[in-house]
DNA sequence: ACATAATCGGAACCTGAGTTCCGATTCCGG
DNA sequence: CCGGAATCGGAACTCAGGTTCCGATTATGT
């Protein structure tokens, strides 16, 4: 209504760089992120804003002064997990065997989000925020060339193609939580059967991928 | 307060059965149910008990007059779902090819979880209700004699236990939804994948399940 | 057709959780 | 050491969505 309304930045966080930040902020702003790990790891997406302000002993008030929303806090972890993400996808690249690479690359992911309840939320049921992140990091590319350097070698089924790696992430990004309820859960038996399932030569034809 | 006090009967449906319910009762718990279905079946779990009384052309309490909580509506459907996926199980028994009877167990299993959102929710976030819906189908022991007999025939690797496929089945039901939104997707490439993991001989290793 | 009781419908209520607001507090340059 | 500005904290607000309530409606036995 009011002409200079003026829109909250669409979600972002607030900058943390910022060219003068006091000292007390910048300290609470780390509070803040470390205590959102913690609790959105523990309980995804359900967790609340009041528990992230209370474990980083901080008001509400605060943590949202720093993300404007709980959305962005969520974001903002994601993009450090996808962060991570890439970083090992690189790594993998220089595996000297690259399936082993490949299978690092995917035991890391696995495992990333066996202890990460949020980011195998956002896996699973965010195909947005997944997508965003998965380009911010720029993870296609390096995850891209794992795929087609290990095709090259003959160990990874012929048949997958880099927009397989979202789906397979995601059957992953389920998996742990499946039977039991203890963070330590059989995860590794599923990373394990779908290796194998990856592994050259394909038996079972699949449909082509759709876009 | 009041020593009179009754419990709810602890989200429990109301018997459908009973000895005389009125006609328009029955007609109006049908309605419902499959209201519900369809409801659950877009939306998941975040379906609204309001869309379900609007698509059932019913008022809300006609709803918790049938079903007392949104979850003892949700349990049984989800009931529902696990009747048939226990009866794919022991149909796929009688195939003379124990690993062709396996695989169309799954890919039955995981079609259904494609197109009932909250079938598959359930069965990725909701161990507890997922146990149960399992136990009151029977559905174990059809499974167990189906991997029993495929591993007997050599198609099926030696190191699965009954208990994987739960863990399996989770996997089976992030994967519909993983990479794009439409209802179709590429769950059968997925699977495609986790069956040729699943084929005997296995080559990757499988940590021992824990209990 | 009538009485009675079960059933219906949907407005109103309640709770939980994200978000906003503003007086109190803390930082930092002069 | 001071003053102003940025930051803090947490009470209060808002809103969505599950659940309850009760007068109106409708089915069923006689």
Redesign the pocket.
Known sequence: MNPVTQQ?PADQAIAAD?P??????????EKVLKAGRKCLADDG???????I??R??????????????????VDALAAERFKGLTEKAREALDNPDPWVGFAEFMHYSASVQANDRALSEIMGARPETMREAADGSGLFEPVSKLIAKAQKAGSLRRDVVPEDVPLLMCGLARAPRGGSKGPESNWERYLGIVLDGLRAPAITKLPPPRA
């Open positions: 909250k910022a003068a930040m006091r000292a007390d902020a910048r300290r609470n702003r997406f359900d967790a609340q804003m009041e528990d302000a209370r980083a002993k901080v008001g509400v008030g605060t943590v949202y002064r720093h993300f404007p929303t709980k959305d962005a806090l």
